[in-house]
């Protein structure tokens, strides 16, 4: 049985239902922490502590999501140089 013929068995509500799963997983596991990444990038020196408690707060939130994007993002400090 291939692909086209299983969805054409379910019904429209089901795809609807898996359709929003699909939106809500990608949005929690990718949009918002891929985002929360660049804000914290940009934002680390000049941070309020206000808004650093809310960033923590959110990668509290998002943690799936920044787990599965540490191993590929680099945010070292710049600034370093060679040591």
């Known amino acids: 049985m291939d692909f086209q013929a299983l969805l054409s068995q379910l019904p429209q509500e089901t795809l609807f239902v898996l ?19 660049a804000w914290i990038n940009l934002r680390w020196y000049r941070m309020s502590k206000f808004e650093r408690l809310g960033v923590y707060g959110l990668v509290f939130l998002f943690f799936p999501g920044m787990i599965v994007f540490a191993p590929f993002i680099n945010l070292r400090l710049s600034g370093q140089g060679e040591v």
Do not use: K
């Not at 939106?23 to 929690?28: F, Q, R």
């Open 19 to 37: 359709l929003a799963y699909g939106a809500v997983l990608g949005t929690y596991l990718i949009a918002v922490p891929l985002a929360l990444y």
